[in-house]
């Protein structure tokens, strides 16, 4: 039970904004929005993480819907090196992280 | 700051063998988990330490897998006998506390495959 919804895949021009969309409609109150990615053959790695209020980083922007029901991760100029899996994940209760099978994002020359 | 270390990164067995995974998580950080993740799925918890202790192995298949933290550091995950379905990626991470608000940090996975 991933709890989100992504797109399968995504394709961004290099140099552009990439928003990446993601639907957590039974998101509870308490629950945070954590985003990764996982680039060929590597671990994920840690984007950001939000809970109600929009974030931002030296990597990302996670901007979440006032009702919570959705987020988006924004990569503000990408890069060929952005080409990954892009995981929404809703940190449940207990701490878990499920993984679904993510937003595969293609940074395009 | 050193990452999650894991080794070896690369294992070729046979079926009804066993095989061991090694996970040196970030120094200070309390909370390790082993993933599973199959070809083209995304990471499965298998299961949370938090210290030396068990907080979730419900997802681990105990008949085969098991896993230890004996000094509350290292970890070993051991398959034993491997069936040709656990081929994919052990992942090993490590976060500071089990808390709602502390990120979880990958090691780069050892890839077993099981012939």
């Known amino acids: 039970d991933a709890k989100t919804t992504q797109p399968p895949s995504m394709d961004c021009a290099e140099g552009r904004a990439a928003n990446l969309p993601c639907n957590h409609s039974?998101?509870?109150?308490?629950?945070?929005v954590y985003w990764y990615r996982q680039i060929h053959s590597q671990g994920p790695q840690y984007i950001i993480h939000?809970?109600?209020n929009n974030e931002t980083n030296e990597m990302a922007s996670l901007i979440i819907t006032e009702d919570r029901k959705s987020s988006t991760l924004i990569l503000p100029h990408a890069t060929l090196r952005d080409t990954a899996v892009y995981y929404c994940?809703?940190?449940?209760?207990?701490?878990?992280?499920?993984f679904g099978t993510g937003t595969s994002l293609t940074v395009i020359p | 700051e050193a990452g999650v270390a894991q080794s070896p990164r690369y294992k070729i067995i046979e079926k009804r063998q066993s095989v061991a995974f090694w996970c040196n998580p970030i120094?200070?950080?309390?909370?390790l988990y082993w993933y599973q993740q199959i070809l083209g799925q995304g990471p499965k918890l298998l299961i949370q330490?938090?210290?030396?202790?068990?907080?979730?192995d419900s997802q681990l298949p105990k008949d085969r897998f098991s896993a230890e933290r004996l000094k509350g550091v290292d970890s070993t995950l051991k398959i034993q006998p491997a069936k040709l379905e656990d081929s994919a990626v052990y992942l090993c991470?490590?976060?500071?506390?089990?808390?709602?608000?502390?990120?979880?940090?990958f090691g780069p996975g050892t890839r077993l495959t099981v012939l």
């Open positions: 939000g809970l109600k």
């Open positions: 994940i809703v940190r449940v209760a207990g701490n878990q992280f499920y």
């Open positions: 120094s200070g950080h309390a909370t």
């Open positions: 991470a490590s976060s500071l506390e089990a808390s709602p608000t502390s990120a979880q940090y």
């Open positions: 039974t998101i509870s109150g308490n629950e945070y």
């Open positions: 330490f938090q210290n030396n202790g068990v907080v979730d």
